[in-house]
């Protein structure tokens, strides 16, 4: 079977920067099965080999030493480039007759990837439809939306509408590329392949969640994006409530697309709505200082950077506990982590042992970029009486496995073209994940509390998240992860 690949929008950054080094890897790892056509579509004009000549000095910069020049040979062989305007109707009969002469009008798997803005979604999934270009007769037929999906819950679901209009749900593939990191597919297997954890799981033993997502670069020149979007419609609205989802949800009865996903789904009805009294009292919003002197910023800006969400899932298993949703830019550091805290030990016969939550067990699992788990307990300080300290257990995923840990998009785009949907957003989780983040988002935009706290850039946000976490006699783990 020919397994082909379609990317609209294929000049731009995420085809140079992602895409294509990870098709390449999966290539040299020998990942794929049968022939792979690879075929760029956009308005800029290029020749196969321009293309080509392009896209191989982009792929050497992001691999490396990985990069070898006669595998890149073999693998560029089968890339192609077709210009084309998405707007026009009239491109795709062109497009989908030179797609069937390169499958030499054989039965494909073929892949429609939107590597383009969010405005040109509708108008490519109706020509693709127009076109006779979903019609699976010929062979599966798959298109794959890049987020935003919608900018909130409304056009989520009018977006929803139209590609179904077109393609059946069975067809899409919404990617989220934190969804693709081995770390994150390793929380399913933390929880359900290891009786140690999942029978503390619970409200009996967690005291709170902490889900943090901090990059430490500024905005920089995307403020054209970031002011219309924000840091809840940016991080919380999918990554953050994905990684919630996957802490929270009830083991499934199978490991297949449907039974994952109707599990997570589940999670996201359980999450508790939020009053304008609640953001109030369960939300911070800040900006760092320097934000508004970025390209292309207002002066008087009121776009928030900077973001915590406290909320709860009311279910048997978690009713109580609160789950704290944090992310940043401009931060002390890049990183993704879960950080399951759990309760103190109901007596504590040690004068000198732990007296606040914070030191009690905890449990981290580190997303990025130092991707492993550490497990944090109190033991005896030698030679001094009963002090104790908190000590960790930790496994590094790049110390135990050799070789570099593969890029999301490299899993992903697997999963795409096995039909693999396991790892990727179905409708209703989209459509619920918005239901959860609008009414914030509107209390913020409105300018109603809590007000916008200015941060410096390089720490952990506005010194208020750590007095808001303290009064709840808790604090943040504000921990770097250590790259070796």
């Not at 915590?308 to 789950?323: A, T």
């Not at 396991?422 to 914030?440: H, K, N, Q, T, Y």
């Amino acid at each position: 079977m020919v397994n082909t690949i379609i990317i609209f929008g294929a000049s731009g950054d995420l085809t140079r920067r992602k895409l294509i080094p990870a098709l390449y890897e999966l290539h040299r790892k020998k990942r794929l099965s049968g022939t792979l056509l690879i075929v760029g579509m956009a308005r800029t004009e290029y020749s196969h080999d321009q293309w080509r000549e392009t896209l191989k000095e982009a792929c050497l910069a992001q691999v490396g030493k990985r990069f070898d020049p006669s595998l890149w040979e073999e693998f560029a062989k089968n890339i192609y480039y077709h210009p084309g305007d998405v707007s026009r109707a009239e491109c795709f009969p062109e497009l989908d007759k030179f797609l069937s002469e390169l499958e030499n009008h054989q039965p494909s798997t073929r892949i429609y990837y939107l590597a383009l803005a969010p405005e040109f979604y509708e108008c490519t999934v109706s020509h693709l439809g127009a076109a006779g270009m979903a019609v699976e007769s010929s062979g599966p037929r798959r298109i794959v939306v890049e987020k935003p999906f919608g900018r909130d819950r409304e056009s989520a679901r009018q977006l929803n509408a139209k590609i179904h209009e077109v393609f059946a749900e069975h067809q899409i593939y919404r990617i989220d590329h934190y969804l693709g990191k081995e770390t994150v597919a390793n929380v399913l297997v933390l929880r359900f392949a290891n009786t140690i954890f999942e029978p503390i799981w619970n409200r009996n033993y967690v005291d709170h969640v902490q889900i943090t997502a901090a990059e430490d670069l500024p905005i920089g020149r995307r403020a054209s994006f970031y002011e219309s979007a924000g840091i809840l419609r940016d991080m919380f609205q999918n990554h953050l409530l994905q990684l919630l989802t996957l802490t929270a949800m009830e083991p499934p009865s199978r490991v297949n697309a449907d039974d994952i996903r109707d599990e997570k789904v589940k999670v996201l009805r359980a999450v508790r709505p939020f009053t304008p009294a609640d953001v109030a009292a369960n939300t911070v919003r800040g900006q760092y200082r320097k934000y508004r002197d970025e390209p292309n910023v207002p002066p008087n800006s009121q776009t928030a950077t900077f973001g915590v969400v406290k909320l709860y899932v009311d279910n048997w298993r978690w009713q109580g506990v609160p789950f704290y949703l944090r992310s940043g830019k401009a931060m002390s550091c890049r990183t993704t982590q879960i950080v399951i805290q759990f309760r103190e030990p109901p007596h504590m016969m040690f004068e000198e042992g732990p007296k606040h939550i914070h030191e009690a067990n905890r449990l981290v699992l580190q997303i990025q970029p130092a991707e492993g788990i550490q497990i944090h307990f109190q033991t005896k300080v030698p030679d001094a009486g009963m002090k104790m300290r908190l000590t960790d257990l930790d496994f590094n995923f790049r110390e135990k496995f050799a070789g570099e840990m593969p890029e999301a998009y490299e899993r992903l785009l697997l999963d795409v073209m096995i039909g693999d949907p396991s790892l990727f957003a179905r409708a209703d989780e989209v459509e619920l994940a918005w239901g959860i983040i609008d009414p914030i988002q509107q209390v913020w935009d409105a300018g109603g509390p809590p007000q916008l706290e200015l941060y410096e850039a390089g720490g952990w946000g506005p010194p208020y998240s750590e007095e808001w976490m303290q009064r709840q006699g808790r604090r943040w783990f504000n921990v770097c992860p250590v790259l070796e």
